[in-house]
C-alpha cells in the first residue's frame, strides 16, 4: 500500500534560524502534496501545497520543494518564530482518487528561545 | 481557505451511550466531506468519505453501524458514534474539499475530543 513518511519525529530549532522539515512518499503516481500545521488539541491548518508539475512553490515564509525523481517532499520555515511550533504532517493525494489525502506520521517542531 | 466548525468540541459520556457530532461547513457548498480520527501523537487516519445525499463510504476497518455518517446538506454532517467505548475515545476531525475529479486540498475542522469513561 502506499505510504506518507517524514524521517524525523522531532526537530528542533534555534529561534531565528530556518527549519526544514522532510518527507518522503512511495506512491509514483501521486500529484497533489498539501503541508499541514497542527497545534495541539487543534485541527490541522493548511500551510502550502504543491503540484506534480511543479517542483518549488513559495508562500510567505515558507518554501515546498518537491523531487519527484526521489519522490522527496520538504517544507522549509525561514527565521522560525515560537509559533511556528506544532506538527507538521505532509499529505499527498492523487487525481482520480476520490479525493482522498494520506498523512505522514508527522514532524514535531520545537523553536527553542 | 474553507471555514470549517465542528460541535461540540469536546464531550465526555459514559460507556454505552451514544454521541453525534456535527460538521458545518460555513463558507462552502461541501458536496464531500471527510471524517478522521486521531489517537495521541500519531497521525490522521481517514475514517469515511461523506457524500451529499448518498451513503458515506468507509474505509477498511471502519465498522459503518458503529461510525454512522449522515450527510443531508451541503453545509452539515454529523458523525454519531453509537454505543461508544472506552477505546472510541479519540479525537474527531471533519474536513471538507472538492468532491473528486482533479486533487485538491481539505480544510479541517478544530475536532472534537470524545472521551467515554
Known amino acids: 500500500g502506499e505510504s506518507v513518511g517524514l524521517h524525523l519525529p522531532t526537530l528542533s530549532v534555534q529561534e531565528g534560524d530556518n527549519s526544514i522539515i522532510n518527507c518522503a512518499y512511495s506512491n509514483s503516481a501521486s500529484d497533489y502534496f498539501i503541508w499541514y500545521k497542527q497545534e495541539s488539541g487543534k485541527g490541522p491548518q493548511f500551510i502550502i501545497d504543491?503540484?506534480?508539475?511543479?517542483d518549488k512553490r513559495q508562500g510567505q515564509r515558507v518554501t515546498v520543494l518537491l523531487n519527484k525523481t526521489v519522490k522527496h517532499l520538504s517544507l522549509q520555515i525561514a527565521a522560525t518564530q515560537p509559533g511556528d511550533s506544532a506538527v507538521y504532517f505532509c499529505a499527498d493525494n492523487l487525481t482520480g482518487g476520490g479525493n482522498k489525502l494520506t498523512f505522514g506520521t508527522g514532524t514535531q517542531l520545537k523553536v527553542e528561545l | 481557505g474553507a471555514v470549517v466548525s465542528q460541535h461540540p468540541s469536546r464531550v465526555i459520556c459514559k460507556s454505552g451511550t451514544s454521541v453525534k457530532i456535527e460538521c458545518r461547513s460555513l463558507?462552502?457548498?461541501?458536496?464531500?466531506m471527510f471524517w478522521y480520527r486521531q489517537f495521541p501523537k500519531q497521525s490522521l487516519m481517514l475514517m469515511a468519505t461523506s457524500n451529499e445525499g448518498s451513503k458515506a463510504t468507509y474505509e477498511q476497518g471502519v465498522e459503518k453501524d458503529k461510525f454512522l455518517i449522515n450527510h443531508a446538506s451541503l453545509t452539515l454532517s454529523t458523525l454519531t458514534v453509537t454505543s461508544a467505548h472506552p477505546e472510541d475515545s479519540s479525537f474527531y476531525i471533519c474536513?471538507?474539499?472538492?468532491?473528486?475529479?482533479?486533487?485538491?486540498?481539505?480544510?479541517f475542522g478544530p475536532g472534537t475530543r470524545l472521551t467515554v469513561l
Open positions: 463558507d462552502f457548498q461541501a458536496t464531500t
Open positions: 474536513s471538507v474539499g472538492a468532491s473528486g475529479g482533479v486533487a485538491d486540498t481539505q480544510y
Open positions: 504543491i503540484r506534480s508539475n511543479m
